[in-house]
């Protein structure tokens, strides 16, 4: 599982568009061989939705060898009606139909149950090879999909009774009537979900942030269907900062860091831009799994005279001229060498560009402070200091014995917003430079 976090909605449904824009040229698809994806309904997806249809405009995805599979479907809730998915679908994804599938909202004959029709929509998964793609939303409840609570992580297609909860976020799109909603649904079970190759999981705003914490942070339950993502080892859960906002700086720190082979190419290019800032020739190709976030992108590499810089000269060149979210993220630092924190093993970067968050590992020294100063553009002879300087200060104390994991800026990551220049730098009380090695 891997986490990535972002500060808007809109740039978390840009990575995840990117994201499955990306499988799709990496399949290749053709007449032949057509590339599945499933998609989700709700809200959360439509900036993706319109991310994905710009770039077909624009020619730089083709949907022609695509095939959709939708997670659900409200029972009952004929084609026509506004917030039938069939009809979600219409109106936010623009695929000829053909192409489009969907759990029906009553058996189709010759079917005559629901159970038939979920057990025909397996099949059909099936006779398409099966899923290569897998995107979907998250409930304020932890579902996926319709699976509520207490479903079975082993659970196949099915039809579901709605939780309350659901029916009670959900009444937004139903002139807010709780009696309008569909009691009902069909639903892909959390077995079939698993089985998919790749799942990318899209969380937004602080409504999801409680079942965000207890999908990756808690363990696997049955009572936080999300969870049983845990289970699945191609997993990419994308989020904003609000729906990430619960999560720790430990949980966090590993789910960030840790070696996807999915994330392979992103660590090569983080490799790239690293080499190009430290003028040195890109690690071999060959050893690009050596290369992966929190491992071996030292920070050493983004300091010069003791500042890390953030801005796009330093980190590199991108092809499009805007910030690389990514480009600092996970990447780890070593202060073991420093005369003034001999036993501090290192820290690590917890945030993209737009928001860090620094955390260490193991005790510092008694008399030891660690401090982050924000710099702002056009500010270098007055640094501003973040307002709330004890929020980003870390004492000795605060991680105990020494062996947790404790954030320099306490529950609220320093925040730095769209500046286009940044810069952090670590000092002690004295405002001696922790990073100075010389
Ligand atoms: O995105 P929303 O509207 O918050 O809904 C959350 C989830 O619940 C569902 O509507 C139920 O399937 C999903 O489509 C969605 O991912």
């Not at 623009?94 to 629901?114: A, E, M, N, S, Y």
């Not at 690590?348 to 020294?365: F, M, T």
């Amino acid at each position: 599982m891997y986490l990535s976090t972002h500060s808007t909605p809109l740039e978390a449904s840009q990575e995840v568009a990117d994201l499955i824009i990306d499988r799709i040229k990496a399949f290749g698809p053709t007449q032949k061989k057509k590339f599945v994806m499933c998609l989700p309904t709700g809200s959360t997806p439509l900036l993706v939705y319109k991310e994905l249809a710009k770039k077909c405009r624009e020619g730089k995805i083709s949907f022609e060898h695509v095939i959709t599979i939708n997670l659900d479907e409200y029972v009952g809730l004929h084609p026509a009606h506004p917030q039938s998915y069939y009809h979600f679908m219409e109106e936010n994804f623009d695929i000829p139909p053909k192409q489009v599938h969907l759990l029906p909202f009553q058996p189709i004959p010759p079917h005559t149950t629901h159970t038939e029709s979920c057990a025909e929509y397996e099949s059909l998964i099936t006779s398409l090879g099966g899923i290569h793609l897998l995107f979907m939303g998250i409930g304020t409840n932890g579902h996926i999909a319709f699976n509520e609570p207490a479903s079975s992580l082993a659970s196949r297609t099915r039809m579901i009774k709605l939780d309350q909860d659901t029916r009670r976020a959900n009444s937004r799109f139903f002139e807010n009537s709780l009696s309008n909603v569909p009691t009902h649904a069909l639903t892909m079970g959390i077995g079939t979900i698993l089985e998919a190759q790749e799942i990318v999981l899209l969380a937004l705003g602080d409504g999801k942030a409680q079942a965000v914490k207890e999908a990756l942070q808690g363990g696997v339950n049955h009572l936080c269907p999300a969870s049983a993502l845990q289970l699945h080892e191609n997993v990419i859960i994308v989020t904003d900062n609000e729906a990430s906002k619960n999560l720790s700086v430990r949980t966090k720190k590993y789910l960030t860091a840790q070696c996807s082979p999915i994330y392979d190419d992103q660590a090569l290019d983080q490799d790239q831009d690293q080499a190009q800032y430290q003028n040195r020739e890109p690690t071999p190709e060959s050893d690009h799994n050596k290369i992966h976030p929190g491992n071996s992108l030292e920070a050493d590499s983004y300091f010069t005279n003791n500042v890390m810089r953030t801005d796009e000269e330093h980190i590199g060149k991108s092809e499009e001229p805007r910030f690389r979210p990514n480009a600092l993220r996970g990447a780890s630092f070593d202060l073991s060498a420093s005369p003034l924190c001999p036993r501090e093993r290192g820290g690590y970067i917890d945030k993209g560009v737009n928001e860090l968050q620094i955390s260490h590992e193991s005790a510092k020294p008694e008399d030891t402070r660690m401090t982050l100063t924000l710099k702002r553009p056009g500010s270098d002879s007055n640094p501003h200091t973040d307002d709330n300087a004890q929020d980003h200060t870390d004492t000795d104390n605060e991680t105990g014995t020494g062996t947790g994991v404790s954030s320099l800026t306490g529950d609220n990551p320093l925040v730095l917003g769209n500046h286009e220049h940044a810069e952090v730098s670590i000092t002690d009380q004295g405002d001696r430079d922790l990073h100075d090695l010389s």
